[in-house]
């Protein structure tokens, strides 16, 4: 996934207010940009669907509750101004759709954020939906953290500078993506998305166990395979386990569900298991 140097067509309501392109928000004594206290969520509307919108508008406020700050947009405002953001862009647009929270100070100590300096933001941008195509993966030598260390069950902006690191190495080494384990050596995650395989005729994908977050796109795709009698192991998993796969594919808000083609040296192609999950969420998508 590239990124223009010029930014795409973006609208941001931000103060009581929409303005059209990038918006300066924070400042060099701002709390998110010195000492990392931002979250977001990322949602996406394509051919006219905003699938699972309200569940990323709960998980942004659910993000800031646990990062210390004042989730002050109920779920309801954020879905009314989606809606009148989507007005500004052309008919049936492939968005971005990003809701923030930030604290702009820290409280006397300093380092905690103060939940009264809180401010948000919806930030909506031109982002289209990749194709599929061919995305290599392998094994990365950094690692996903644990609660006790990070703040994994929010959807922090401090949390990525690890995920890209791990992203930047493999992309020295001529892959497109990552595996990313836990501290204790199992598969958790791809460096910008979940991950599933199948093997034999099953589908197994991590079992959540606070290292990464249950994205919401993950979890419809688990429902709609059990839901269409495709058994879905949520299990823990080795990368050797992987490398032995029939079909690998990642599962995430910006791509929805799109296939490995590569892993080290072997060559994958996508599968009838892959093409399942993905017709089912795109049937779901417009339903």
Request: net charge neutral; charged share 20%.
């Given at each position: 996934?590239?990124?223009?140097s010029?930014?795409?067509p973006?609208?941001t309501?931000?103060?009581?207010?929409?303005?059209?392109?990038?918006?300066?928000?924070f400042?060099?004594?701002?709390?998110?940009?010195w000492?990392?206290?931002s979250?977001?969520?990322g949602?996406?509307?394509?051919?006219?669907?905003?699938?699972?919108?309200?569940?990323h508008?709960e998980?942004?406020?659910?993000?800031?509750?646990?990062?210390?700050l004042?989730?002050?947009v109920?779920?309801?405002?954020?879905?009314e101004?989606?809606r009148?953001?989507?007005?500004?862009f052309?008919?049936?647009?492939?968005?971005?759709?990003r809701?923030?929270?930030?604290?702009?100070?820290?409280?006397?100590?300093?380092?905690?954020?103060?939940?009264?300096?809180t401010?948000?933001?919806?930030?909506?941008y031109?982002a289209?939906?990749?194709?599929?195509?061919?995305t290599?993966?392998?094994?990365?030598?950094?690692?996903?953290?644990s609660?006790?260390?990070?703040?994994v069950d929010?959807?922090?902006?401090?949390?990525?500078?690890?995920n890209?690191?791990?992203?930047?190495?493999?992309?020295?080494r001529?892959?497109?993506?990552?595996?990313?384990r836990d501290?204790?050596?199992?598969?958790?995650e791809l460096a910008s998305?979940?991950?599933?395989?199948?093997?034999?005729?099953?589908?197994?994908?991590p079992m959540?166990?606070?290292?990464?977050?249950n994205?919401?796109?993950r979890?419809?795709?688990?429902?709609?395979?059990?839901?269409?009698?495709v058994?879905?192991?949520?299990?823990?998993?080795?990368?050797e386990?992987?490398q032995e796969a029939d079909?690998i594919?990642?599962?995430g808000?910006?791509?929805k569900?799109?296939p490995?083609?590569r892993?080290?040296?072997?060559?994958l192609?996508?599968?009838?298991?892959?093409?399942?999950?993905?017709?089912?969420?795109?049937?779901?998508?417009?339903?």
């Amino acid at each position: 996934m590239t990124h223009p140097s010029t930014p795409s067509p973006t609208w941001t309501f931000y103060a009581g207010e929409w303005h059209d392109g990038n918006v300066p928000l924070f400042g060099p004594r701002t709390h998110a940009v010195w000492l990392g206290s931002s979250v977001f969520d990322g949602a996406r509307a394509f051919e006219g669907v905003t699938p699972d919108l309200d569940r990323h508008c709960e998980r942004i406020n659910d993000s800031a509750r646990k990062f210390g700050l004042e989730a002050s947009v109920p779920v309801a405002r954020w879905l009314e101004l989606v809606r009148e953001g989507l007005k500004r862009f052309g008919p049936k647009p492939e968005l971005y759709i990003r809701p923030m929270y930030w604290a702009e100070s820290g409280n006397a100590l300093a380092l905690p954020a103060d939940p009264l300096s809180t401010r948000w933001c919806l930030t909506m941008y031109e982002a289209p939906m990749p194709a599929p195509g061919n995305t290599s993966i392998t094994l990365s030598p950094y690692r996903r953290p644990s609660l006790e260390t990070m703040p994994v069950d929010a959807k922090a902006g401090c949390l990525y500078p690890n995920n890209a690191r791990a992203m930047t190495e493999a992309a020295r080494r001529g892959f497109d993506n990552c595996v990313l384990r836990d501290l204790l050596g199992n598969v958790a995650e791809l460096a910008s998305a979940n991950i599933f395989m199948a093997r034999n005729g099953i589908v197994y994908t991590p079992m959540p166990n606070g290292t990464f977050l249950n994205g919401i796109t993950r979890q419809r795709v688990v429902g709609l395979l059990r839901g269409a009698g495709v058994r879905v192991e949520e299990s823990v998993l080795r990368y050797e386990f992987f490398q032995e796969a029939d079909e690998i594919w990642s599962c995430g808000n910006f791509a929805k569900v799109a296939p490995v083609t590569r892993i080290e040296g072997r060559a994958l192609e996508p599968g009838p298991l892959y093409s399942r999950a993905r017709e089912l969420y795109w049937r779901f998508a417009h339903a």
